[in-house]
């Protein structure tokens, strides 16, 4: 086989490659003389520009699952491998690139500055990753159009309501135009038709924004948006259905 040959094959190969790989791994915590597994045995690829869902009930280790794809916790067996390289080996000075820029958050908690404006929280990030004031104002003004919130940017978190917090913390992932985006119950706050746009949005740049998005949530109207759906139960994790295949999948029983 000529050279010329084997460089596409390559390229391609790496476009087709998970973006994040879980390799059978688990987590879990010592709690008196017992191990608590709050994420046993799961394996995981997440393709690049997919939308996945991940439901469960309370406590089934969404939140630990979501931690190990970011990277800000790490398995105590098997592995969670970035672009094919293990996060336990990233270096601090490649984990916060990786933040900067790649990988944004969306915390259950917000996680917002309390003393910034709206405006102020989502255009921080960008700062930090350097951009220039510019193109700061222009993707800062841009999505908190796109959550709806154009017209509160001046206000501080305590003068939000929750959902409206909820959105900022999701504005602020999104300026940063990162690889992935891991959202831990982003629409918990919002009412149903706040929660469909939100979706929406993660649909539309996992589409045509070259976004991951990978977003836990308890409600079960959401699902169909995404392209995938896992269940998460007792830190186990099983594949519900695969929406761009069939998307009549979800309504089937697994028996019929
Ligand atoms: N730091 C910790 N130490 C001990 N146990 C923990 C820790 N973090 C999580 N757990 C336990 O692991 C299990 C999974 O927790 P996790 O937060 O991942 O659940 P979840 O699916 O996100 O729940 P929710 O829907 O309520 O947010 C729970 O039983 C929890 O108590
Ligand atoms: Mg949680």
């Known amino acids: 086989m000529s050279q010329a040959s084997e460089v596409p094959a390559a390229e391609a190969r790496a476009a087709n490659a998970p973006l994040i790989e879980v390799v059978d791994a688990s987590r879990s915590f010592r709690l008196g003389s017992e191990d608590l597994y709050a994420v046993k045995n799961v394996s995981l690829s997440i393709q690049r520009n997919s939308f996945v869902t991940l439901v469960g009930r309370s406590g089934s280790g969404k939140t630990t699952l979501l931690n190990l ?9 098997g592995k969670v491998l970035f672009e094919d390289r293990d996060l336990a080996t990233f270096s601090e000075k490649e984990m916060i690139q990786l933040r900067r820029g790649r990988v944004g958050v969306v915390f259950q908690s917000f996680a917002l500055l309390p003393l910034l404006s709206a405006y102020e929280n989502v255009e921080l990030p960008l700062r930090i990753a350097g951009i220039g004031a510019k193109e700061r104002s222009r993707r800062t003004e841009e999505v908190l159009e796109l959550v709806g919130l154009a017209r509160r940017s001046k206000h501080r978190p305590f003068e939000l309501s929750g959902g409206e917090q909820q959105r900022i913390s999701i504005a602020r992932a999104v300026a940063i135009q990162p690889d992935i ?17 939100i979706f929406g949005l993660f649909r539309e740049m996992s589409r ?20 995938q759906i896992y269940e998460m139960a007792d830190g186990g994790l099983s594949q519900r259905a695969d929406l761009s295949a069939d998307p009549e999948a979800m309504f089937k029983r697994p028996d019929s």
Do not use: K
Request: hydrophobic share 35%.
């Open 69 to 77: 794809l970011a990277g800000l916790d790490h398995p105590t067996e």
């Open 181 to 197: 985006i891991l959202a831990d119950e982003p629409t918990g706050e919002l009412d149903s038709t706040n929660a469909s746009n």
């Open 208 to 227: 045509d924004r070259n976004m991951t998005i990978v977003a836990t949530t308890h409600d079960r109207t959401l699902l169909e948006m995404a392209d």
